[in-house]
């Protein structure tokens, strides 16, 4: 069976989107013998061809885009932020390729315009293709599944439930990220770390949306050591108030994925505050490496974490900084690997190729 992605991301940026899609692509080519191109602005490990587009961290569009509230809000009614742009452009690059390629199906990261583009490849070449609800965000996720791709991809019930409420005619399937458990396991030797202990990991983009301001504030409370493993446009600022707040107990930096399970072990617990997750990989992860998490209470964080962590208030600082102390103080035996082990890559590399191959034929 012949597949594209398009993820236009890929090799740019170190999220769990752009991680989840390459690792589906090998898994898909070694587990069931799939031919898989994916069409990315960067380098990858899988077979790939390089896209352009117009990158969403292009000075003048963002300049342009947040020159006023109204403005602002004009771009987002007409779906026209700095991220859309780049995938639009990205999916009228790759759409030459997937038009003469011959594939049984495509799944598409091009928000509206990439959506168009394969109506038209099914209309004219039958060719199905799939949207996946990388975010949680009704609005946005709504607008994709509405344009009927053949089916859409949740990660969880709760995902399920909020693109059904926005488009009822949609055909969502529900199909977890899954976590390689070899390779993420309580075993792996930790990175040496020169900070006092107990140490908090934090793993995400530097930004508004994922708070790491509210992890170093929870962390000072706590009395803890703070690890941030990404960079972005608020870094700036988090590092400044880690100066203040959290002196000789922080480290910023970024590190390839390949060496992600040693600092999931070499923490004593993982935290990420984000506003929303429509999964959170980076939980699950340290899960699998027996590193309690400490998220956000909300039904998908609860769903993903089970008994492996705890949720809260993240937005109070006493009751975030709570949460840490007593994470931090527990002793949790084998329960974060347990609830790790519910997510294996392999159930969630098996259920895409059944998908793939049921939409196709």
């Not at 050591?225 to 922080?250: C, F, H, M, N, W």
């Not at 390839?256 to 993982?270: F, I, N, S």
């Not at 600082?317 to 790790?340: D, H, I, K, V």
Request: glycine share 8%.
């Amino acid at each position: 069976m012949k597949v594209a992605f398009v993820m236009p991301g890929v090799g740019i940026f170190r999220r769990g989107s752009e991680a989840f899609v390459v690792e589906l692509c090998a898994g898909l080519a070694a587990r069931h013998g799939f031919d898989v191109m994916l069409y990315c602005r960067g380098p990858a490990p899988v077979p790939h061809r390089r896209i352009r587009a117009l990158p969403r961290d292009t000075r003048w569009v963002n300049a342009t885009y947040a020159a006023t509230r109204f403005g602002r809000k004009v771009f987002d009614t007409l779906f026209l932020d700095p991220l859309s742009l780049e995938w639009y452009t990205a999916a009228l690059s790759a759409f030459p390729a997937l038009w003469r390629g011959g594939y049984d199906a495509v799944v598409m990261e091009g928000g509206l315009v990439g959506a168009w583009c394969c109506r038209l490849l099914r209309a004219v070449r039958g060719v199905p293709f799939v949207d996946v609800a990388h975010g949680q965000d009704p609005k946005w996720e709504g607008a994709f599944a509405r344009q009927k791709p053949d089916r859409v991809v949740a990660f969880t019930v709760a995902g399920r439930r909020m693109i059904l409420g926005q488009a009822p005619r949609a055909r969502v399937a529900v199909v977890p990220l899954g976590v390689d458990l070899e390779r993420f396991h309580p075993g792996v030797p930790p990175v040496p770390l020169d900070l006092p202990r107990p140490i908090v990991l934090c793993v995400g983009a530097v930004d508004s949306h994922k708070r790491m301001d509210l992890a170093v504030e929870a962390t000072a409370r706590a009395g803890a050591s703070l690890v941030i493993l990404g960079t972005g446009p608020e870094e700036a600022a988090v590092d400044r108030l880690a100066a203040v707040r959290l002196p000789g107990r922080y480290l910023r930096r970024t590190v390839p994925r390949e060496e992600m399970p040693g600092w999931y072990t070499a923490a004593d617990c993982l935290t990420l505050p984000s506003r929303t997750e429509s999964f959170g990989l980076t939980y699950v992860e340290a899960l699998a490496c027996g590193r309690p998490a400490v998220a956000p209470d909300d039904e998908v964080r609860r769903a993903v974490i089970g008994e492996g962590g705890l949720c809260c208030d993240v937005t109070d600082p006493e009751a975030y900084a709570g949460a840490l102390t007593a994470a931090l103080s527990r002793t949790w035996g084998n329960l974060p690997r347990q609830s790790a082990e519910r997510f294996p890559a392999t159930a969630t590399i098996d259920a895409w190729a059944a998908l793939l191959q049921e939409i196709a034929a």
